[in-house]
T-cell receptor, first 113, second 117 residues
Framework: EAQVTQNPRYLITVTGKKLTVTCSQN?????MSWYRQDPGLGLRQIYYSMNVEVTDKGDVPEGYKVSRKEKRNFPLILESPSPNQTSLYFC????????????FGPGTRLLVL | AQKVTQAQTEISVVEKEDVTLDCVYE???????LFWYKQPPSGELVFLIRRNSFDEQNEISGRYSWNFQKSTSSFNFTITASQVVDSAVYFC??????????????FGKGTLLTVNP
């Protein structure tokens, strides 16, 4: 089944404790992206990657890092999480010429205490 | 800069009613793409439709239909004979077709649709 997977789905952590949210897709898509969803603000792009080793900032990159060492994986790294990074995070992938349809993972709900 | 406005924050209907969700967009590009996504209470984002700016034909898929009008920069979504399972947040999104913007979806803030039995 074609899908985007994210792990973990739920995470509670404390301020300053580094964490990684993994994202993997099995559709051989070149493009992957991370979004965060917050009440009243909607969905905003954090980072995106056009292909292996090619990444760029979205609208709200502060406090986040990404890497794209393999085509299928695009982890989101929070080196020192803060409470304002409490959010619902979505990974997405798409193939073909942009702007192709982006398919989303199930979401990761993060709470930073 | 691209922008998507969904003026209806919440809509509540009774089952079997028709309902239209409004979406108005702003872009300086002549080539762009519009999308609708559904977010049910379980939280995932489900792709519904993609439309490019050169295709103004209305689309119908079962009980769903979309009305794209470039003259009013609108891409409205109608659910006919709504059902309880249609209850969800619906997002309209825009992506421009050139430069770095073609890798980004700009979302509206969403419309929460509640269909009551």
């Amino acid at each position: 089944e074609a899908q985007v997977t994210q792990n973990p789905r739920y995470l509670i952590t404390v301020t300053g404790k580094k964490l990684t949210v993994t994202c993997s897709q099995n559709m051989n898509h070149e493009y992957m992206s991370w979004y965060r969803q917050d009440p009243g603000l909607g969905l905003r792009q954090i980072y995106y990657s056009m292909n292996v080793e090619v990444t760029d900032k979205g609208d709200v990159p502060e406090g986040y890092k990404v890497s794209r060492k393999e085509k299928r994986n695009f982890p989101l790294i929070l080196e020192s999480p803060s409470p304002n990074q409490t959010s619902l995070y979505f990974c997405a992938s798409s193939g073909g010429l942009p702007p192709a349809t982006q398919y989303f993972g199930p979401g990761t709900r993060l709470l930073v205490l | 800069a691209q922008k998507v406005t969904q003026a209806q924050t919440e809509i509540s209907v009774v089952e079997k009613e028709d309902v239209t969700l409004d979406c108005v967009y702003e872009t300086r590009d002549t080539t762009y793409y519009l999308f609708w996504y559904k977010q049910p209470p379980s939280g995932e984002l489900v792709f519904l439709i993609r439309r490019n700016s050169f295709d103004e034909q209305n689309e119908i898929s079962g009980r769903y239909s979309w009305n794209f009008q470039k003259s009013t920069s609108s891409f409205n979504f109608t659910i006919t004979a709504s059902q309880v399972v249609d209850s969800a947040v619906y997002f309209c999104a825009l992506s421009e077709a050139r430069g770095g913007s073609n890798y980004k979806l700009t979302f509206g803030k969403g419309t929460l649709l509640t269909v009551n039995p």
